[in-house]
């Protein structure tokens, strides 16, 4: 089993900032993509970010106030956010492409979604 495990959302005022973090663990050969997408009320999920072997990609409403980073050794995905805006609040979902066993398929895995309010 894999398991996706967020922490790092809350409530911040417009221009401030926060970090999520998100740690996969399990049964894990190796993992290919990993990033968030967010979710306001009433909206479909959206990618924010993701980082593959280096490469990132940003969602452009983020673009130049959100970096993603990854940990490979921990298995782990960061969201440093700064400049927070309103319409940023959502639910934040990780992601991530992960094979269990050698040759075997990737699949896609989720964490249970955090919470990030922007208001003052």
């Known amino acids: 089993q894999v398991q996706l495990v967020e922490s790092g959302g809350g409530l911040v005022q417009p221009g401030g900032s926060l970090r999520l973090s998100c740690a996969a663990s399990?049964?894990?050969?190796?993992?290919?993509?990993m990033g968030w997408y967010r979710q306001a009320p009433g909206k479909q999920r959206d990618l924010v970010a993701a980082?593959?072997?280096?490469?990132?990609n940003y969602a452009d409403s983020v673009k130049g106030r959100f970096t993603i980073s990854r940990d490979n050794a921990k298995n782990m995905v960061n969201l440093q956010m700064n400049s927070l805006k309103p319409e940023d609040t959502a639910v934040y979902y990780c992601?991530?492409?992960?094979?269990?066993?050698?040759?075997?398929?990737?699949?896609?895995?989720w964490g249970q979604g955090t919470q990030v309010t922007v208001s003052s």
């Open positions: 399990g049964t894990i050969f190796d993992i290919n993509t």
């Open positions: 980082v593959t072997d280096g490469n990132t």
């Open positions: 992601y991530a492409l992960i094979r269990t066993r050698t040759w075997g398929p990737t699949y896609q895995y």
